[in-house]
């Protein structure tokens, strides 16, 4: 028993930094005074942040990516909640078709919808870009929401939204008073981890974004293929900082194991 | 206060199962009535149907000789105790008693007035700025009923609200439960699978099988005389006689009903001669406390005999005697 | 069905038929157009050489991904699972950290160090190990390296919650009767890990399966998979309909192995349950 304990304490510690150092290289290189990222770094400079707000794709990249992030994540709650009451409460038929339905958007490749999208709503129907942006990111968010949410409802006990109905209130009125307060948790979390994945996309974005319409992953991805410079570390750097304060909200809140 | 008519109430599942059949029954005003049988006779589903909680297939309820058949659940104004007290998780004790309060038009001082009134009656005074979660499952079980009796219902509903309470607790709640019933003159409906629970706080008991009632009675009479073998082995007669065999041994016993077999409880059968005999075999002998169990192989099968002396050793050979008074003529279903 | 059921319902399956399903039918149904074949243009796809090649090149990452995680991950997850609360709470935010970053981010990093004046080649230069860079980035090697980085995390996080339900007590009984370490890892734990690992699995060979951004900016112009190729055919090509084919053949593969998979993780369900 010992050897393997051993043995699995150094591999596990071994992945642990693997994790752990390319993201800290990345942060070291975001300070170098060099033009070309190198490691180690020569001198010391903020000059690279500064660079990024300077580049009005990164900035408007920012912006409308959280845009975009917020607002699909939203729809996808005002959507995806009411779907996952009916599939989780009502005695209907063929559940799992429905559920396999609503979880679909997450069975097809990111890039397959993000090029059908294109195709439909840009080219044929002439949709605004922004607009299928939306889409796109609603389409991504959904099945997340679906599967939190379901699994809130899951843990909230039935009888309680039956006492509600016992005592006087209908249905609407129950769901907000005493169904929405008790899974709260789940819905903030859903919008979360929505928010996130939304944040992150590259493969919907890609061909929904254009000339006046950049998303901050895409934006960076574009700015790679020119240029190689220590901008590109402190942008990744900003990030992190997002993705930290996010989850330091999230445990805050939640807990963290509300998100896996 | 309200009397219900129930009349034909049928339910079955799109499976074409068929949970209630037929079913008629009324309450009178200020009766606790109880719906007892085994889990899966309906009992949960006919309870349901009343509170409005599940749509009428088929049938009418009245209540005070209204139809409430389409009547929405939240619009029916009765009590309902849950099995798992479904307290609001989100609210202290106060705010779960005043939430149904809130939603009928009374003013601030009323609701509260109300509240603290139920409060005190039901023993939560001191509690009433707790959490559910910081509550005993006794104390969330008295909660519940508050919450119930609050909007002062019209119908109490109990849906085996003792189920998931220790034995002591049980007995405490139960008797807490019947004290207020009395108290507040409230027409009850107490569904449980429980015999004893339901025989020592019910004026009268529904026995339910299979989406129909067995038998309609008092708590005494239907221990006295049940009138199906299923009602008779469900509240704990273990020793059935076929009628034929009977006759045939020339036995006296009342023949006043058409069936084919007669029941007699263990604790009134005898050892010895007497009327109505049968000889067996001791198979086995338990001392049970305040009564002794003589396991007995007869020609019937095995009988079981229960009596307060000690009259006799395992492998000896015994008279039973069946007295005339004590045998029971059970109905075919 | 109930009027409430179907105006609840109704938004959100006209969305996903309106948003979803029919763009996808309109891009499937003309790549099953041909002048004399209706898999004509199938045909022509498979025909090319180099286009197999970015089939089986996408194939072979995700095999290789997977197995890689697999494991790593098991040791890993093993590890955590045994820490105490504390720790195993720091390790869990080490892992989730890179979950949520963007994978730009996590793949830029992997330039950094397996770049032509990367960390490793300037690292290996100066101890004089080598003579002049190595060719590290651009390669199917970076790609899985990048995919490995990037999946690692997810494979780890599946397979913690299956040893969290793990029965220690089994293992305990068969070391005091004489099991050997590693025969007691290989019999009695790693079946109990089955649905993790099929579960972790899924994720992380379909995940690196469609994977876009791993392969564009580690893998470059020469190691084309699947979904670069369907970017290269569509945006810079114009090509639309050899664009569709990719992207039918990448969803049929991607919805194939996902349903073939959570197939057999409810065959093991089942065998556990009993």
């Given amino acids: 028993m010992r050897t393997k304990i051993k043995f699995s304490s150094i591999v596990g510690f071994l992945i642990l930094i693997i994790l752990v150092v390319p993201l800290l290289i990345v942060i070291i290189t975001s300070f170098g005074e060099e033009s070309a990222i190198s490691f180690p770094i020569k001198g010391f400079t903020f000059d690279w942040y500064a660079n990024v707000f300077q580049q009005p794709d990164f900035v408007e990249g920012l912006k409308m990516s959280s845009i975009v992030a917020v607002l699909a994540s939203f729809l996808a709650l005002l959507v995806g909640t009411p779907i996952v009451y009916v599939l989780t409460r009502f005695d209907i038929h063929h559940k799992d078709w429905f559920q396999t339905i609503f979880l679909s958007p997450a069975l097809i490749p990111e890039i397959v919808i993000g090029f059908a999208l294109y195709q439909a709503l840009v080219i044929s129907l002439q949709l605004p870009l922004f607009i299928s942006l939306i889409v796109g990111h609603f389409l991504l968010c959904l099945p997340y929401v679906v599967r939190l949410i379901t699994a809130g409802m899951m843990e909230f006990d039935e009888s309680i939204e039956e006492a509600a109905w016992m005592v006087g209130y209908d249905k609407v009125s129950t769901f907000f008073k005493v169904v929405i307060p008790n899974i709260k948790q789940s819905v903030v979390a859903a919008f979360i981890l929505s928010f996130i994945t939304s944040f992150n996309n590259i493969p919907i974005s890609l061909f929904l974004n254009g000339p006046d319409l950049n998303m901050l992953p895409t934006s960076i991805l574009n700015y790679l293929e020119n240029n190689y410079d220590p901008t590109v570390s402190a942008v990744s750097v900003i990030l992190m900082i997002i993705t930290a304060s996010i989850m330091i909200l999230a445990e805050k809140y939640l807990g963290l194991n509300k998100l896996t | ?333 | 069905m109930k009027r409430s059921t179907v105006l609840l319902l109704s938004p959100g399956l006209l969305l996903i038929i309106v948003l979803l399903i029919l763009p996808i039918l309109q891009m499937f149904l003309p790549t099953f157009v041909g002048d004399q074949f209706f898999l004509e243009k199938y045909l022509n796809f498979f025909h090319s050489s180099g286009n197999i090649q970015v089939i089986l090149r996408t194939l072979m990452i995700a095999v290789i991904t997977t197995l890689i995680t697999l494991s790593l991950g098991l040791p890993t997850a093993y590890w955590m699972s045994r820490l105490g609360e504390r720790w195993k709470k720091v390790v869990s935010i080490i892992v989730l950290f890179p979950i949520l970053t963007n994978a730009v981010v996590r793949n830029f990093a992997w330039i950094t160090i397996l770049g032509k004046n990367g960390v490793i080649n300037n690292l290996l230069m100066q101890l004089h190990l080598i003579e002049k860079p190595m060719t590290l980035l651009y390669t199917n090697f970076s790609i899985v390296i990048g995919s490995v980085y990037l999946f690692l995390p997810i494979m780890i996080t599946s397979l913690v919650s299956s040893f969290s339900q793990l029965n220690f007590e089994v293992e305990e009984a068969a070391s005091v009767i004489g099991a050997r370490p590693s025969i007691v890892f290989f019999k009695v734990i790693l079946p109990q890990l089955s649905v993790g690992m099929l579960t972790g699995s899924i994720l992380v060979f379909v995940g690196s399966l469609t994977a876009y951004t791993t392969p564009q900016l580690l893998g470059g112009n020469k190691n084309m998979v699947l979904a670069t190729l369907l970017q290269q055919q569509s945006i810079t090509l114009g090509d639309w309909t050899s664009a569709s084919v990719v992207a039918v053949i990448l969803t049929v593969i991607a919805v194939l192995v996902m349903t073939i998979m959570n197939y057999g993780t409810k065959l093991m369900d089942r065998r556990n349950a009993k």
């Avoid at chain 2, 019209?154 to 309470?165: A, I, Q, R």
């Avoid at chain 2, 036995?251 to 029941?263: A, C, R, V």
């Avoid at chain 2, 169990?293 to 229960?306: A, C, P």
């Fill in chain 2, 1 to 333: 206060m309200a009397n219900i008519e129930i009349s034909d109430l049928s339910m079955s599942y799109q499976k074409g199962k068929q949970i209630l059949d037929q079913l008629s029954l009324s309450i009178k005003d200020g009766e606790l009535l109880s719906i007892l049988g085994p889990s899966g006779c309906g009992k949960t589903t006919m309870l349901r149907l009343i509170s409005g909680l599940i749509p009428i297939q088929k049938g009418t309820i009245k209540v005070s000789g209204k139809d409430i058949s389409k009547v929405p659940v939240y619009k029916r104004n009765f009590g309902m105790v849950f099995q798992s007290y479904a307290l609001f998780p989100h609210m202290t004790i106060f705010q779960n008693i005043t939430f149904g309060l809130k939603r009928r038009k009374l003013d601030k001082k009323t609701i509260e007035q109300k509240a603290l009134n139920i409060l005190d009656i039901t023993g939560l005074s001191n509690l009433k700025d707790r959490m559910p979660h910081e509550l005993s499952g006794g104390q969330q079980q008295r909660v519940s009923l508050a919450r119930a009796l609050a909007i002062n219902p019209n119908v109490l509903l109990l849906d085996e609200p003792l189920s998931n309470l220790d034995a002591k607790l049980r007995i405490e709640m139960r008797e807490e439960i019947h004290r207020l019933q009395q108290k507040l003159n409230m027409t009850t409906i107490f569904v449980t699978h429980d015999q004893e629970e339901c025989f020592a706080i019910s004026d009268r008991v529904a026995l339910m099988n299979q989406g129909q009632i067995e038998q309609l009675d008092t708590p005494q009479n239907i221990y006295k005389n049940p009138r199906t073998e299923f009602v008779a082995r469900f509240i704990g007669y273990e020793n059935f006689i076929p009628k034929t065999w009977a006759e045939d041994q020339q036995w006296q016993f009342h023949k006043e009903i058409m069936g084919n077999l007669l029941t007699i409880r263990p604790e009134n059968i005898g050892i010895g001669a007497g009327e109505n005999t049968l000889l067996g075999k001791v198979v086995s002998k338990n001392f049970l406390g305040n009564y002794y169990q003589y396991i007995v192989d007869t020609e019937l099968g095995i009988l079981k005999v229960n009596t307060t002396k000690d009259q006799s050793e395992t492998n000896a050979e015994i008279t039973l005697n069946f007295p005339e008074s004590s045998l029971i003529e059970l109905e075919d279903k």
